[in-house]
């Protein structure tokens, strides 16, 4: 139990098809990621958010669009995915301030599979 | 961030100590060693992190050089729920409120029964 859910753990959908995945985090953080991890590849960054705004968009592209109610919950909307979308998805969280040096800490994600 | 080399894999006899080392020659002054293991299917778990002293947790020990260009994450008595892939991450901890964690290929274990 590392205090990050998400939700669902496993979705698949076709390419018109809009869904969304959920992330909630129990440790009182205030920075909130979204990551994806392509078969083989190492984990992409994609989106960064701290005090629920968005400070990093690392060239997602529009068909991803996220949004950060607040500072425990994390949406990913998805709509006209492509097949080579198909990944594992992991939302993350960290306390921000201090010394800078806390942990991210990560939930076991969503494995999505386009169709 | 500095870059990190770690083995491409490595084997350990369940019940004895595992020990995962990491070279990050050119890590800098305000630059943190942080350790991640990922087991299949699963989300990044992190395990500990350092900046020059040794650290322990109820999970592992991390044992970083004096001159800080290396460091061993040793796991004391390895089960077979330990085999994953170990991530060495260095990064600089600049009171940024995020950050971006990147991850390389990291060291394959395999606990061995």
């Known amino acids: 139990e590392t205090g990050v859910t998400q939700t669902p753990r496993h979705l698949v959908m076709g390419m018109t098809n809009k869904k969304s995945l959920k992330c909630e985090q129990h440790?009182?953080?205030?920075?909130m990621y979204w990551y994806k991890q392509s078969a083989k590849k190492p984990l992409e960054l994609m989106f960064v958010y701290n005090f629920k705004e968005q400070t990093e968009n690392n060239s997602v592209p529009s068909r991803f669009s996220p949004e950060c109610p607040n500072s425990s919950h994390l949406f990913l909307h998805l709509h006209t995915l492509q097949p080579e979308d198909s990944a594992l998805y992991l939302c993350?969280?960290?306390?921000?301030?201090?010394?800078?040096?806390?942990?991210?800490?990560f939930g076991d994600g969503t494995r999505l599979s386009i169709l | 961030d500095a870059k990190t080399t770690q083995p491409t894999s490595m084997d350990c006899a369940e019940g004895r100590a595992a020990n995962l080392p990491c070279n990050h020659s050119t890590i800098s002054g305000n630059e943190y060693v942080y350790w991640y293991r990922q087991i299949h299917s699963q989300g990044p778990q992190y395990i500990i992190h350092g900046l020059k002293n040794n650290e322990t947790n109820e999970m592992a020990s991390l044992i970083i050089t004096e001159d800080r260009k290396s460091s061993t994450l040793i796991l004391p008595h390895a089960t077979l729920r330990d085999t994953a892939v170990y991530y060495c991450i260095v990064r600089v901890a600049n009171g940024a409120g995020s950050y971006q964690l990147t991850f390389g290929k990291g060291t394959k274990l395999s606990v061995i029964p």
């Open positions: 440790l009182g953080h205030n920075a």
């Open positions: 993350a969280s960290s306390q921000s301030g201090g010394a800078g040096n806390q942990p991210q800490h």
